[in-house]
């Protein structure tokens, strides 16, 4: 499994942004079948789970502090996992890393480890 992030960037406090991620398997790595999942980590802090969205059946859960603000989605078929994020604030700095995992449980997966695949991340800088 191959994942390539994109959207990031420069943007003032208020403003919008769209992560997007693409997915790329080989044969058998179906891309419904694996939860994708948004981590960020700002300079000097641990990574941190933002947001993740079932495979199939598409549940979503995002982390507490984002919630109303950042949605996640996915697109079965483009092979894509989207991350729109409204309102940004300078806290939301960081670089924003695409995750896959093939898990099967029925509990959000919130955790790095939990995660096999790793893109190599889109940094989001946010201005006040």
């Known amino acids: 499994v191959q994942l390539q992030a994109s959207g990031g960037g420069l943007v003032q406090a208020g403003d919008s942004l769209r992560l997007s991620c693409a997915f790329s398997g080989q044969t058998g790595q179906t891309f419904r079948r694996y939860t994708l999942g948004w981590f960020r980590q700002a300079p000097g802090k641990e990574r941190q789970f933002v947001a993740a969205?079932?495979?199939?059946?598409?549940?979503?859960y995002v982390l507490e502090s984002v919630k109303g603000r950042f949605t996640i989605s996915r697109d079965n078929a483009k092979n894509a996992v989207y991350l729109q994020m409204n309102s940004l604030q300078p806290e939301d700095t960081a670089v924003y890393y695409c995750?896959?995992?093939?898990?099967?449980?029925?509990?959000?997966?919130?955790?790095?480890?939990?995660?096999?695949?790793w893109g190599p991340g889109t940094l989001v800088t946010v201005s006040s």
């Open positions: 995750a896959a995992s093939a898990m099967i449980i029925t509990s959000a997966l919130r955790t790095p480890n939990q995660y096999g695949y």
């Open positions: 969205v079932k495979g199939n059946g598409g549940a979503t």
